[in-house]
C-alpha cells in the first residue's frame, strides 16, 4: 500500500478534498501524516476528525537553509513511512519553495495543485494575475513539482470560465470547486500507478 504525506499551510480544503474522496471512493492509498508549517493553519483540526496524525514544523522563526528546513520534513514523512519507494508527497496549499535536493529524493512522488491553468500565471494571486491579464479562462493544474517555480509535468487540468462580472474571490471561489474534483483525481490515478512521465509529459494510462 502506498503512503500518502500531505503538505499545507494553511484552510486545508485541498487536503480535506482528497481525504474525502480516498475514504469515499476507496483509493489505494493510506494517509500517514499531514504537515503544516504554520501552527495555526486550520486545516491541521480537519486532518484530526479523519483521524490523520498532524505535525507542526514551523518555518517562520527557522533560521537554517531550504535544505535544512526540508530535511525535517522528509523525516517526518521518513517517520510516518512515506518514502521515496512507496509514498506520494500532495502539497496541498503548502506556500513554501521546496529544495532541489527534496525533490530529487522524491523524484516524480511529489505533487501540486495551482490555482490557473500553468504555464499561465505561476506564482502567488494566480486568480488576480487571470483577472488582471484580461484571461477569458482560466482553471487549476496538478502537476508534478521540478525544482522549478509551477513548472513540473502537467497530470491534469481544469477550466474555469472567467465571467465579465468577476472578482478575485468569486473566480477563486469556482476556481476551488474544481481543484477539489481535480486533485482528487489526480491521487486517485497515482495510487493506480496510471500516471507515466516521460520528459516534460504525464501520461495517464
Ligand atoms: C488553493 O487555491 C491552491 O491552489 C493554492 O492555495 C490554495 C490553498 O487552499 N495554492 C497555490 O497558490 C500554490 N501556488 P486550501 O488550503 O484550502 O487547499
Same mark, same amino acid.
Given at each position: 500500500m502506498l503512503n500518502l504525506g500531505i503538505l499545507i499551510s494553511g484552510r486545508g480544503s485541498n487536503m480535506e478534498a482528497i481525504l474525502k474522496s480516498i475514504k469515499r471512493n &476507496? $483509493? =489505494? $492509498? &493510506? =494517509?500517514a501524516i499531514v504537515i503544516s508549517? &504554520?501552527? @495555526?493553519?486550520? +486545516?491541521l483540526k480537519i486532518a484530526q476528525k479523519f483521524g490523520i496524525k498532524t505535525e507542526v514544523i514551523e518555518s517562520r522563526e527557522f533560521k537554517g537553509s531550504r535544505w535544512e528546513y526540508d530535511k525535517k520534513i522528509i523525516d517526518a514523512l521518513t517517520r510516518h513511512k512515506?518514502? =521515496?519507494?512507496n509514498g506520494l508527497v500532495c502539497l496541498a496549499g503548502f506556500m513554501r519553495i521546496i529544495s532541489p535536493e527534496f525533490v530529487e529524493r522524491y523524484r516524480n512522488r511529489i505533487i501540486n495543485i495551482h %490555482?490557473? #491553468? #500553468? =504555464?499561465?500565471? %505561476? !506564482? #502567488?494571486d494566480a486568480q488576480r494575475q487571470a483577472l488582471d491579464y484580461g484571461a477569458k479562462y482560466s482553471g487549476c493544474t496538478v502537476h508534478f513539482v521540478d525544482s +522549478?517555480? @509551477?513548472? !513540473? %509535468? $502537467?497530470i491534469l487540468q481544469a477550466v474555469v470560465k472567467i465571467k465579465d462580472s468577476d472578482t478575485e474571490e468569486s473566480l477563486s471561489k469556482r476556481i476551488l470547486a474544481k481543484e477539489h474534483q481535480t486533485y482528487a483525481k489526480a491521487v486517485r490515478l497515482f495510487a493506480e500507478k496510471r500516471i507515466k512521465v516521460s520528459g516534460r509529459r504525464a501520461v495517464i494510462i
Open positions: &476507496k $483509493i =489505494p $492509498i &493510506k =494517509p508549517n &504554520k501552527a @495555526d493553519a486550520r +486545516g512515506v518514502t =521515496p519507494q %490555482p490557473a #491553468l #500553468l =504555464p499561465s500565471f %505561476p !506564482g #502567488l +522549478g517555480v @509551477d513548472t !513540473g %509535468p $502537467i
